[in-house]
């Protein structure tokens, strides 16, 4: 009995685990850095200041609709 073996380009395509399994997620995404972004850190904690202002405001709120910190449960 003779079996034909695939092409390289196909077994290039095909990428198998070491247990034989197909691996859905081997090719990544390259990493990309920004060399000239060095605002990063001014920039997350204003966007963490604003999230905490949120959430504070939305928990005086409950409080003031339900009389209760989180409702159902304090």
């Known amino acids: 009995m003779i079996t034909s073996t695939p092409s390289l380009t196909a077994?290039?395509?095909?990428?198998?685990?070491?247990y034989g399994k197909q691996n859905m997620f081997a090719y990544e995404a390259p990493m990309?850095?920004?060399?000239?972004?060095?605002?990063?850190p001014e920039e997350a904690?204003?966007?963490?200041?604003?999230?905490?202002?949120?959430g504070f405001v939305a928990l005086m709120m409950s409080y003031v609709a339900t009389g209760q910190?989180?409702?159902g449960v304090f």
Do not use: H
């Open 11 to 18: 077994k290039k395509s095909l990428v198998v685990t070491e």
């Open 32 to 40: 990309q850095l920004e060399e000239n972004y060095t605002s990063y």
């Open 45 to 54: 904690e204003k966007a963490n200041g604003r999230w905490a202002m949120i």
């Open 69 to 71: 910190v989180i409702p």
